[in-house]
T-cell receptor, first 113, second 117 residues
Framework: GENVEQHPSTLSVQEGDSAVIKCTYS??????FPWYKQELGKRPQLIID?????GEKKDQRIAVTLNKTAKHFSLHITETQPEDSAVYFC????????????FGSGTQVVVTP | KAGVTQTPRYLIKTRGQQVTLSCSPI?????VSWYQQTPGQGLQFLFE???????NKGNFPGRFSGRQFSNSRSEMNVSTLELGDSALYLC????????????????FGPGTRLTVL
């Protein structure tokens, strides 16, 4: 089955700097890659996603890139702010996965003022 | 639109007991997925229901079961609770449960925190 690896497990950045989180997946049939942000005690929230027919997607300060050949995708956060501090999860799924997202292990991002 | 809701938010049970958790999806969403979140194992898929049918199942023992009602609300049940079942149980809803399709993103509920003593 699908396996998603996520790095790093923790990331400390200064406010205003950029943060990059990387994920690799094993199933070449994977075609949908969402990113979720989970603040302490809160539910995971979808912040951006990308489908396999697209190489890059941006939404204000966040962007996701996908390299299908290398089977990896990355989350980029620019101009980080303290409210970006949270755990970020990448995930992958494929056609006919019927509601199943395979999640990475999460990255704890800490933005210090 | 109201978001995904889960009840109860917190539960404390003892080993050997059983528990039932409830999830109400976003209005119009027909797919409900359940996940277990623990510090050690992260987010793991339990099962997915669509039109009252289980379409997909993760690698959990048969003590974990679920069902879906005609209004798309879903319940999951854990029988013969073990200490290791202590976790945050999250449900997520989507339109059709096919995330690779547009407008089929999964939205999570706040979770039920289960503690087994």
């Amino acid at each position: 089955g699908e396996n998603v690896e996520q790095h790093p497990s923790t990331l400390s950045v200064q406010e205003g700097d950029s943060a990059v989180i990387k994920c690799t997946y094993s199933d070449s049939a994977s075609n949908y890659f969402p990113w979720y942000k989970q603040e302490l005690g809160k539910r995971p929230q979808l912040i951006i996603d990308i489908r396999s027919n697209v190489g890059e997607k941006k939404d204000q300060r966040i962007a996701v890139t996908l390299n299908k050949t290398a089977k990896h995708f990355s989350l980029h956060i620019t101009e980080t702010q303290p409210e970006d501090s949270a755990v970020y999860f990448c995930a992958a799924s494929s056609t006919d996965s019927w509601g199943k997202l395979q999640f990475g292990s999460g990255t704890q991002v800490v933005v210090t003022p | 639109k109201a978001g995904v809701t889960q009840t109860p938010r917190y539960l404390i049970k003892t080993r050997g007991q059983q528990v039932t958790l409830s999830c109400s999806p976003i209005s119009g969403h027909r797919s409900v997925s359940w996940y277990q979140q623990t510090p050690g194992q992260g987010l793991q898929f339990l099962f997915e229901y669509f039109s009252e049918t289980q379409r997909n199942k993760g690698n959990f023992p048969g003590r974990f079961s679920g069902r879906q009602f005609s209004n798309s609300r879903s319940e999951m049940n854990v029988s013969t609770l073990e200490l290791g079942d202590s976790a945050l149980y999250l449900c997520a809803s989507s339109l059709e449960g096919q995330p690779e399709l547009l407008h089929n993103e999964q939205f999570f509920g706040p979770g039920t925190r289960l503690t087994v003593l």
